[in-house]
Structure formats: C-alpha cells, structure tokens
Nanobody, 124 residues
C-alpha cells in the first residue's frame, strides 16, 4: 500500500490550499483515510478523516467550518480543502490509512500506512 500526499505550500493567512492523497495497493471496501498534522515541537494530531464507504467524516474542532475532506473513489484519492488558513495551521500534513472499524482512531499508532508529509506554512 502506498500513499502519496501533495499540495502543501506557503500561503498568507486567510488563504486556501488543497491537499491530495493518492492511494494505491489496497482495497477500499473498509476502513478509512485520515489527515494528520505535526508542528515543530508538538505531537501529531488528527485533523480530519473519511470512510471509504458511506463517506462519514470527522473534523477536529479547530478546523471545523474551514477544512473539508472528500474522496474521489474512481481516482482512489482523498482531498483536504483548507480555507481561511491561520498561522496555527502551519505543520507538516500526512495522510494515513487504516482498516480498523472504529471511526475515527485518534492515535497515529492505529494507522497502518502513511504517506510522506507535505508542508503547509501560513504566514501572518
């Protein structure tokens, strides 16, 4: 299983970015994909998650109303649309996959596969 994340960059506060995570090598009948982020000196935290079937979603409180997670099943790709970005959103963003049924798992250790990080930097 491979996850390929991209879409990070440098943006001013209030701006937008869309992250993509292309998934290959796994079946999509169960489990889900999550976006995590990790800022320097901080623990990795879950940002959003979406199930492959049904499309249930989860958002951490700090991004509700600003971020939208979505999926394109035919392309096996997960997106994270980030609007109204704030300097505190600055972090390395990772996508991760799990087959677990409980949704969502908050701990990064519960995820089986990870993409490489993509850096998001929001300037004030």
């Amino acid at each position: 299983v491979q996850l390929q994340a991209c879409g990070g960059g440098l943006v001013q506060a209030g701006g937008s970015l869309r992250l993509s995570c292309a998934v290959s090598g796994r079946t999509f009948s169960s489990g889900y994909i999550a976006w995590f982020r990790q800022a320097p000196g901080k623990e990795r935290e879950i940002v959003a998650a979406i199930t492959w079937t049904g499309g249930s979603t989860y958002y951490v409180d700090s991004v509700k109303g600003r971020f939208t997670i979505s999926k394109h099943n035919a392309k096996n790709t997960i997106y994270l649309q980030m609007n109204s970005l704030k300097p505190e959103d600055t972090a390395n963003y990772y996508c991760a996959s799990t087959y677990r049924n409980s949704f969502p798992e908050m701990r990064s250790a519960e995820y089986d596969y990870w993409g490489q990080g993509t850096q998001v930097t929001v300037s004030s």
